[in-house]
């Protein structure tokens, strides 16, 4: 499922950096809260459709709200509620043939 990097562009249909690109990278290797937590924002293709907004357009179950944090006196961050989900491998691939179909519709 990484080759699917080389299909995602930014807003401007410009192909992704390489920063956001290592987001994606990354939860595609090991789904979890904070792989979640970073790349859920990327802009995966040129109508400035976002990982999470492709989740929330197919699965009407998909967590409205996100990670919620706080800091500590010494400005660390605090989780306060974690997500109530994150989409697992099988719904990582729906997303994304759907971000890839709107892409090129």
């Not at 989740?55 to 998909?62: C, E, L, R, S, Y």
């Amino acid at each position: 499922m990484i080759n699917v990097l080389d299909q995602f562009t930014d807003a401007r249909g410009a192909p992704l950096r390489d920063y956001s690109r290592g987001r994606l990278a990354a939860l595609l290797a090991d789904p979890r809260p904070s792989t979640w937590e970073d790349a859920h924002g990327v802009v995966i293709n040129a109508q400035g459709l976002t990982l999470w907004q492709a989740w929330i357009a197919i699965d009407p179950t998909a967590p409205q709200t996100g990670r919620h944090v706080t800091l500590d006196p010494f400005d660390q961050v605090i989780v306060v509620r974690e997500w109530d989900r994150i989409p697992d491998h099988a719904m990582l691939a729906r997303v994304i043939a759907f971000a890839l179909s709107v892409a090129s519709a």
